[in-house]
């Protein structure tokens, strides 16, 4: 079935960054915003830019909104919840679903809510978007990989790659699509939560000797530990590979959730070393850098 209509729920770096790319690609009216009618009075007469340019992708309240055939969501985890509520009405019999939440966790909740049958598996990577006071710019529009859960539907994965397709948004589609997603959590635990608790940049994290690295390089091999006790086969050479893209990456450059302390909005904490912690628990596994950056970042968040 073609993909006629998109709702993405999260008008923030990602979700910007994939419905300017594409509003451009498929003209107005196909892709929208969605929000809840709370959040849609509070943004009211705001008007987000993407690199300088007004967004154009019309923004829904949740109590206008209807049935489409995909939804995107692209909230943090923290606003996963609530995106679910909305998603209600959204949600038809022929609804594509594809989660772009960083972590291994949020697919499961769609799925407990809305079935497998029409979820697609997916990460979102390599893009360097950044949203700060209602800027959005980037300059890497990075890509998703995806692919079809053990429940999804035949057909699904090919709708849904059609309709990147004609977006213009780069994609992957993933014949192991969990170690994919498996691989990425190790990079967002090591990266995202290291420059958050330390305030740090890709660059500073990735200072050969320095204490931010360590704190990478450790909480990043505590993930690898968890995920193949999961029976992940993610292996060293892909936690080399990770290191290896932070260091090319732009110095002064920043991962999400050091945007969240600056922007002093609550971070993904709980998806990351919450759900090493949580994992490695039922293994016997020790993580103590994890703990450590749980602890460290749940402190920083009580400033806010
Ligand atoms: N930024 C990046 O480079 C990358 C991010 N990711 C992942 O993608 C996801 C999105 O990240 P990112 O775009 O950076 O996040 P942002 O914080 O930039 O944007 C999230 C947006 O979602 C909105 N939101 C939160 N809850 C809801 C809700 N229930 N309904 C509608 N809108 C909601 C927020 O609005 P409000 O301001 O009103 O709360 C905000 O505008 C995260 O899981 C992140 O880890 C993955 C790859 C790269
Ligand atoms: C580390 C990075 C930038 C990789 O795309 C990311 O996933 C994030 O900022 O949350």
Redesign the pocket.
Known sequence: MAIESVAI?????????YGSIAEKNLGPGVVE????DE?FE??AGEVPTVNGEPLRVRTLPASEAGPVDLVIL?????????????MERLVGPRTAIAS????VT?EERVAERFGWGRTVLS???G?????IGGE?T?THP?EIRFGAAPGTEAGVVDDVADLYARAGIPHVVEADIRRRMWV?LML?VGI?QTCMAFGGTYGTASEPGSEQNRCFVAAMREALAVARAEGVDVTEADLAQMAELVAGLDPDGL???A??RI?R?PT?VE?FSGTVIRLAESHGILVPTNRWLYGRIRQIEVGF
């Open positions: 729920i999260g008008r923030g770096a990602v979700g910007m960054l915003f969605v929000m809840d959040r509070r943004h692209a909230t943090k985890a923290t606003g996963l919840d609530r995106a679910l509520e909305t772009l939440l960083n972590g949020s990460v979102a990577q893009m360097d978007a950044v949203f959005m980037y990075g990425k967002n995202n991962p999400s959730m945007q969240d922007n909005r993904e998806e």
